[in-house]
């Protein structure tokens, strides 16, 4: 089983929302430091939301702020990145990540910062 795997990904319209999801594979990464990033073409990865182990904190970049929530459940063992008001500048492809090693620290954004990948999930935003 990878140990990231996301979904929900899709072609939505302007305007539209979509939930994403990401399943943590049993064991570590459940307890992990979950994060949300994009990465367009010709774009550097861009950093979206993170969330502690407990999901009681959160930490949002600036490149969705305002129209993101990411959330967890820990019984299930997946994060979700809810996004909203989506335009054709969002459409990207969509990864989460885990980092196992570090304790919280919202400020650690950058893709560095974590150790496992899933593979993405395709969001394309027609106008």
């Known amino acids: 089983q990878p140990p990231l795997v996301e979904s929900g990904g899709g072609l939505v319209q302007t305007g539209a929302s979509r939930r994403l999801v990401c399943a943590l594979s049993?064991?570590?990464?459940?307890?992990?430091?979950v994060g949300w990033f994009r990465h367009a073409p010709k774009m550097e990865r861009q950093f979206i939301a993170s969330?502690?182990?407990?999901?009681?904190?959160?930490y949002y970049g600036d490149s969705m702020k305002d129209r993101v929530t990411i959330s967890r459940d820990n019984f299930k063992g997946t994060v979700y990145l809810q996004m909203n008001s989506l335009t054709p500048e969002d459409t990207a492809m969509y990864y989460c990540?885990?980092?196992?090693?570090?304790?919280?620290?919202?400020?650690?954004?950058?893709?560095?910062?974590?150790?496992?990948w899933g593979r993405g999930t395709q969001v394309t935003v027609s106008s």
């Open positions: 990540a885990a980092d196992i090693q570090n304790d919280w620290d919202p400020l650690r954004t950058t893709k560095d910062s974590y150790q496992y």
């Open positions: 049993e064991g570590p990464l459940r307890r992990s430091i």
């Open positions: 969330l502690s182990r407990s999901g009681d904190s959160q």
